[in-house]
T-cell receptor, first 117, second 112 residues
C-alpha cells in the first residue's frame, strides 16, 4: 500500500531552466495539494487540485508557476525560468476529499528539494 | 480569516522533561489534525480530534481538543531525542471545501 510518492527527491537547476516536480497520490485519493517550505519555516500552501481541475491556486505565484493533475498520471508542479528564490522543499499531499473527518486528513510525500544555482 | 496560531514557536528541552504545545483559534473547527515533521522528511499525520473535550493518547503523546473546539494541545511526557521535529496543527475551513488550514508549527528540539 504505497504512500504518496514524489520525484525527484533532489533537483538542481540553473537559473532560467525549467523544473518539473511529480507527485503520485495515495491509491484512492483524488485530492492533491502542493506546499513550499523554506528551511526552518512552516508549510506555505500553493495549490489544491482534483483530477483535471484546479480548485484553489491562491498560494501560487501567477507567473512562472503552474500545476496540473491529469486524468491519468501524476500531478505536476512546473516552475519555468527558475530563480534562486525558488530554492526550497516542495511537498505534495493527498487526501480522500470525502465528507467526514478522514476526508481532510492529508498524507504527505517525502518532498522534492529544489536547488537553483 | 480563519487562523491557527501555535505556541511556542520554538522549544528546546532536555531528554526526560515534559512539555505542552498549543494550537489556538478564534474560530470553531469541526476537527483538528496534528502532524509531526522530522528533519528532511514530509509531515506525518499523528491524530485527528473531533469531539469537544476529546482526549486521545498515542504512547507518550496526549492530544486534547478544547470544549468549544477552538483550541487543542499536545502534551509529551518524558520527551526523547526522537521526538525532535516540527509539530503542526491543521483543520478544515468552516467555509467548506478541502483546503486544510495549517498553523506555523512548533519546532521542538530534545537534547540527549
Amino acid at each position: 500500500n504505497a504512500g504518496v510518492m514524489q520525484n525527484p527527491r533532489h533537483l538542481v537547476r540553473r537559473r532560467g531552466q525549467e523544473a518539473r516536480l511529480r507527485c503520485s497520490p495515495m491509491k484512492g485519493h483524488s485530492h492533491v495539494y502542493w506546499y513550499r517550505q523554506l528551511p526552518e519555516e512552516g508549510l506555505k500552501f500553493m495549490v489544491y487540485l482534483q483530477k483535471e481541475n484546479i480548485i484553489d491556486e491562491s498560494g501560487m505565484p501567477k507567473e512562472r508557476f503552474s500545476a496540473e493533475f491529469p486524468k491519468e498520471g501524476p500531478s505536476i508542479l512546473r516552475i519555468q525560468q527558475v530563480v534562486r528564490g525558488d530554492s526550497a522543499a516542495y511537498f505534495c499531499a493527498s487526501s480522500l476529499g470525502t465528507s467526514g473527518t478522514t476526508g481532510y486528513e492529508q498524507y504527505f510525500g517525502p518532498g522534492t528539494r529544489l536547488t537553483v544555482t | 480569516t480563519q487562523l491557527l496560531e501555535q505556541s511556542p514557536q520554538f522549544l528546546s528541552i532536555q531528554e526526560g522533561e515534559n512539555l505542552t504545545v498549543y494550537c489556538n483559534s478564534s474560530s470553531v473547527f469541526s476537527s483538528l489534525q496534528w502532524y509531526r515533521q522530522e528533519p528532511g522528511e514530509g509531515p506525518v499525520l499523528l491524530v485527528t480530534v473531533v469531539t469537544g473535550g476529546e482526549v486521545k493518547k498515542l504512547k507518550r503523546l496526549t492530544f486534547q481538543f478544547g470544549d468549544a473546539r477552538k483550541d487543542s494541545s499536545l502534551h509529551i511526557t518524558a520527551a526523547q531525542p526522537g521526538d525532535t521535529g516540527l509539530y503542526l496543527c491543521a483543520g478544515p475551513p468552516n467555509t467548506g471545501g478541502f483546503k486544510t488550514i495549517f498553523g506555523a508549527g512548533t519546532r521542538l528540539f530534545v537534547k540527549a
